[in-house]
């Protein structure tokens, strides 16, 4: 089955413990993005990946970290959470970029920084 | 900086109604708007697609058009069922250096049986 899958699905951590978010998609999709969506500011883009090697950050970038070593995978890293970090973590993918390409999305990560 | 909005924030309407939820985007330079739907607690799934060269798409009892001179989109619900309660977004792929997807806060819709 096509998709995308993140783990874990819900974290509770305290302030400063570093944490790794897992994205994963069985697509073989060349475009990966992380978003996180707040009550009131809605789903905002974190980094995104073009391809293996390539990354860039988006909107709100601060605090976090990304890698893209494999295709498949795009790890989302917080060395240092914070509360202001509690929200809900959503990973996408899409083929490519392009006016055609639906973004597929993973079924989220809810975290909690105490 | 690309704006996308979705006016009302929520809706209600009684079982059997046709409605129609609002996108509109400042930028017109976009390469496709897609319509999701997000159930409580839960990922986004794809509703329609419409590429910037296109007018609208249909699915089911789904339509979506698009109207890029006016930064307009709409996404239209025939019949509606309780079970298309959910919040749905609008999303906007732009053709800009950042080749960012900008999502509008969604509009959240409760069909009354």
């Known amino acids: 089955e096509a998709q995308v899958t993140q783990n874990p699905r819900y974290l509770i951590t305290v302030t400063g413990k570093k944490l790794t978010v897992t994205c994963s998609q069985n697509?073989?999709?060349?475009?990966m993005s992380w978003y996180r969506q707040d009550p009131g500011l809605g789903l905002r883009q974190i980094y995104y990946?073009?391809?293996?090697?390539?990354?860039d950050k988006g909107d709100v970038p601060e605090g976090y970290k990304v890698s893209r070593k494999e295709k498949r995978n795009f790890p989302l890293i917080l060395e240092s959470p914070s509360p202001n970090q509690t929200s809900l973590y959503f990973c996408?993918?899409?083929?490519?970029?392009?006016?055609?390409?639906?973004?597929?999305f993973g079924p989220g990560t809810r975290l909690l920084v105490l | 900086k690309q704006e996308v909005t979705q006016i009302p924030a929520a809706l209600s309407v009684p079982e059997g109604e046709n409605l129609v939820l609002n996108c509109s985007f400042t930028?017109?330079?976009?390469?496709?708007l897609q319509w999701f739907r997000q159930d409580p607690g839960k990922g986004l799934t794809s509703l329609l697609l419409?590429?910037?060269?296109?007018r609208e798409q249909t699915s089911g009892r789904l339509n979506a058009s698009l109207d890029k001179s006016s930064g307009r989109s709409t996404l239209y619900i025939a019949a509606s069922q309780p079970g298309d309660s959910a919040t749905y977004l609008c999303?906007?792929?732009?053709?800009?250096?950042?080749?960012?997807?900008?999502f509008g806060k969604g509009t959240r819709l409760h069909i009354l049986p």
């Open positions: 990946s073009m391809n293996v090697e390539v990354t």
């Open positions: 930028d017109s330079a976009i390469y496709n």
């Open positions: 697509m073989n999709h060349e475009y």
């Open positions: 996408a993918s899409s083929l490519a970029t392009g006016p055609q390409e639906t973004q597929y």
């Open positions: 999303a906007a792929g732009n053709w800009n250096r950042d080749d960012k997807i900008i």
């Open positions: 419409i590429q910037s060269s296109q």
